[in-house]
């Protein structure tokens, strides 16, 4: 059972006291103040007026930034369904490995999880610029087609046209995938390792194909998981700074970048502070949504 | 043995191809810009992907380059000093969470998993604000001490992870042992040193690991903290790449892979027990901040 805190005084204190100092201190008062900012106004070059105004909010629904808000949304919602789709498979393969493949699969998802992301991300720059390794091998390959080409007499081909892979709105959801697919496929793992097996079992031999049995049992009892991996991918992807900018072209700007603007560059900190609580408000929605559809299997059982 | 030879059963999902390929690919997709990221850094050609020859001279030029160099030592240091402070302060909020009732429990228990959730930005730009407005960091302190509020920034977004794993490995311990040190006339502290905390460890264990691989790996946070003069090695990175791809990088950046895949490597190895791992996994599941 649990001590009341009233029978233990001085450990008690010694214990919640400084994990709860750095907390208020270090998190809840920053955090507070970007929050009070968010109803400011600039005052000349350095201050700002809490005035209360919603005038920051108001601003955010400006067609302009609203269309960023949008974009990032479906960008991050592209990035989530196209790690579902690939993540899905992978999950369902390390559920039902032997035990030893499961550990070394699990490693090899988790393995460029704990690599560094800027690392990952230029490593994918690496890949996909003009200068890259799929353009230098591409051009290898169209020179070789070439001189065959002229060789037996049929034409000339032109000189290569590298394709333009990055800066661009491709590259940015093939990063975010990339980054957040390990996202993906643990908690479905978890969620599909909790399965009964033998409802799977009892599908497949009742004359159910492996597709049917997957869409109809699989999914439904999974659904938590889902939503979990959903949700868990999805918050990141649409907080994301670092992909967009390193990957994306001008018009690839997510709301982080925005708020990183109006912080560093527009020093506009009144109108960031309310962006960027109106990215927090997105995230605890989604956050709620995923509560709300986990709980229900449970009701219902 | 002798199911091997057989047509693989109806669950045995590894053993069809068309699971193989798709295992496959992802393999590929993940390890493939890595792993040639890693492979050109040997390449004797700044440019080219042919092959001209093996070379360790991005290495050297790499470990000549003081600022790259600094910025590597910074953030080893960021992420040891960041590390002790998050377990120190994780494994206390795990142990209060879980030892004790008090009013508002719900409440801190709510707001420590506000910054495992919040996106990293908006705990970059209040940590930009808290450092120019409430507590001015000066500029010009010694080193190490000029990291100070980089290292503060990063134990706010570690410790919360470390008292997730902590506390997933205490809602194991077996309370009656608590009961029978005190019954042989243990003090509570004494209980907590030879009881509790050797239960803790393995959770200790994954738990520096986490806090250590978050602290290396934060770039935003660290972006909007860091000064002229204190510079990360992702911060140096980043601005290495907006100007242009080049083999040091690359050298640089398989030198951290190599240090990442010993350190995985060592916490598996510490760790052995599955019960701490599982914590681990756990808080990585709700790690849904990063990028």
Not at chain 2, 182 to 192: I, M
Not at chain 2, 212 to 230: A, K, R, Y
């Amino acid at each position: 059972m649990e001590q009341h805190w009233k029978s233990a005084k001085g450990l008690f204190g010694a214990v919640l006291g400084p994990p709860l100092f750095w907390l208020v201190l270090f998190f809840l008062i920053p955090m507070g103040i970007v929050w009070l900012y968010s109803f400011g106004e600039n005052r000349g070059l350095t201050d700002i007026a809490l005035t209360g105004t919603f005038a920051n909010y108001l601003r955010a629904l400006d067609p302009l930034y609203l269309m960023i808000f949008a974009k990032s949304v479906g960008i991050a919602a592209l990035t989530t369904l196209i790690c579902l789709i690939i993540g899905f498979p992978v999950a369902l393969a390390i559920t039902f490995a032997p035990p030893k493949a499961k550990t070394w699969l699990l490693l090899a998802v988790m393995l460029p999880f704990w690599t560094n992301l800027l690392i990952r991300t230029y490593a994918l720059i690496a890949f996909l610029r003009t200068e890259g390794y799929i353009n230098q091998s591409l051009e290898w390959v169209w020179n070789g087609l070439g001189s065959a080409v002229s060789v037996l007499g049929i034409g000339v081909l032109g000189p290569f046209e590298p394709l333009d892979l990055l800066h661009n709105n491709f590259a940015v959801v093939l990063g975010l995938v990339y980054v957040h697919l390990p996202f993906m496929v643990l908690p479905l793992y978890s969620a599909l390792d909790r399965l009964d097996t033998s409802l799977i079992e009892a599908s497949l031999d009742l004359g159910a194909g492996h597709l049917r049995t997957l869409l109809i049992i699989v999914a439904p009892l999974a659904l938590p998981g889902i939503a979990s991996g959903v949700v868990i991918t999805f918050i990141p992807a649409l907080g994301s700074y670092l992909t967009p900018d390193l990957l994306g072209g001008p018009d690839s700007q997510m709301i982080a970048n925005i708020i990183e603007r109006q912080f560093k560059r527009a020093n506009d900190w009144p109108f960031g502070a309310a962006l960027s609580f109106l990215l927090m408000y997105m995230t605890f929605i989604a956050i709620a949504l995923q509560a709300l559809m986990s709980r229900r299997p449970r009701e219902r059982a | 043995m002798m199911a091997r030879r057989s047509a693989p059963g109806p669950l045995e999902y590894l053993r069809r191809w068309p699971l193989r390929l798709w295992l496959a690919a992802v393999g590929i997709f993940l390890y493939a810009p890595l792993i040639a990221l890693m492979v050109f850094s040997f390449n004797d050609s700044r440019r080219n992907v042919v092959w001209q020859g093996f070379t360790f001279k991005y290495y050297e030029k790499a470990l000549n380059n003081a600022s790259l160099i600094e910025a590597f030592v910074n953030s080893l240091t960021i992420a040891a000093v960041s590390t002790v402070l998050s377990l120190i302060l994780g494994a206390l909020a795990a142990l209060a969470l879980w030892r004790f009732r008090f009013p508002g429990k719900t409440g801190f228990d709510g707001a420590l998993a506000l910054p495992i959730v919040a996106p990293e930005i908006c705990l970059g730009v209040a940590m930009l604000v808290f450092f120019a407005k409430v507590l001015p960091w000066p500029q010009d302190l010694p080193w190490p001490l000029n990291l100070g509020a980089i290292i503060i920034a990063h134990v706010s977004f570690c410790f919360p992870f470390v008292a997730v794993v902590v506390r997933g490995r205490l809602a194991s311990f077996n309370r009656e042992l608590e009961e029978a040190a005190r019954d042989l006339g243990a003090s509570e502290w004494r209980t907590l040193k030879d009881v509790i905390l050797p239960h803790m460890a393995p959770s200790l264990v994954a738990g520096a690991f986490l806090a250590f691989t978050l602290s290396l790996d934060d770039f935003v946070i660290t972006f909007f903290t860091s000064g002229p003069d204190t510079v990360t090695f992702p911060v140096k990175v980043y601005s290495m790449v907006r100007f242009s791809v080049t083999p040091e990088v690359n050298a640089a950046s398989t030198i951290l892979i190599l240090v990442t895949v010993i350190l995985t490597a060592a916490a598996l190895k510490l760790q052995g027990d599955p019960a701490s791992t599982e914590g681990g996994h756990a808080a990585r599941d709700r790690n849904p901040k990063r990028h």
